[in-house]
């Protein structure tokens, strides 16, 4: 395995916050979900939350499948990009290898989420066409992964970002419930709105990233 430039450590500076920031997030929304389904009844719920985590409790094993899968995907992203693993191509590939078996099952259990969109048409339109981009880009990386091209990285993080999306929804979600007095917007509207904000934020700035720094897709799997 070759050793990470210098030049790849110098650009990658701003990145690394960014990617442990939007990874807390993802794993502190997980987790809350995890709590809200398995130890807080639905009945006692309250607050404005209340009435979104009654409609994952209904469908409580399903979207268990989804987000424990995603928890750990993320508690274990930081790792992958982290240089002292990749300097160890052993460990470095069964990393890998724990992440596409992850992704794959937060890819395959979004698809049936579908039929019960809390954000409607919007939300389920958000789903489908993101979903696409991390199980085509997912695919693609385990064909060059298995190959041992260092390309397969690429795509990788093409699929890393939009997972990461799902972190980013939840700032955006945020404004949505601070302002819904003034807006009168409730949950099923706003959600799919703040879907396609989150997802297409990162999912951009991914292949922003992809384009500025070339050098990092050129290092050995």
């Known amino acids: 395995m070759s050793r990470v430039p210098a030049s790849e450590s110098h650009q990658s500076t701003w990145a690394r916050p960014v990617l442990y ?17 398995l130890l807080v009844g639905a009945s006692s719920l309250t607050g404005q939350y209340a009435n979104l985590d009654r409609v994952f409790a209904e469908h409580k094993g399903l979207t268990l499948a989804h987000i424990v899968p995603a928890l750990v995907f993320v508690v274990l992203l930081p790792l992958w ?52 981009i991390f199980l085509f ?4 990386a385990l064909m060059l992964f298995r190959k041992h091209e260092p390309r397969y990285r690429e795509w990788m ?5 939009v997972l990461l999306g799902i972190a980013t929804t939840r700032p955006v979600m945020g404004v949505f419930f601070a302002t819904a007095r003034l807006t009168h917007l409730e949950p099923r509207q706003f959600f799919g709105i ?3 904000i989150g997802f297409a934020v ?14 990092e897709l050129n290092t050995a799997a």
């Open 81 to 132: 990009f982290s240089a002292r693993v990749r300097s160890s191509e052993p460990l470095h590939r069964r990393i890998t290898g724990a992440l596409f078996v992850l992704g794959f099952i937060v890819g395959l259990t979004a698809i049936p989420m579908v039929a019960h969109p809390v954000g409607g048409v919007t939300e389920l339109s958000a789903i489908i066409v993101f979903d696409g």
């Open 157 to 161: 993080m093409r699929a890393i970002a």
């Open 202 to 215: 990162t999912y951009l700035a991914g292949e922003w990233y992809l384009q500025r720094h070339p050098v």
């Open 21 to 37: 920031i939007l990874c807390l997030i993802a794993a502190a929304a997980a987790l809350r979900r995890i709590v809200a389904l």
């Open 194 to 196: 703040a879907f396609w």
């Open 137 to 140: 880009s997912f695919v693609r």
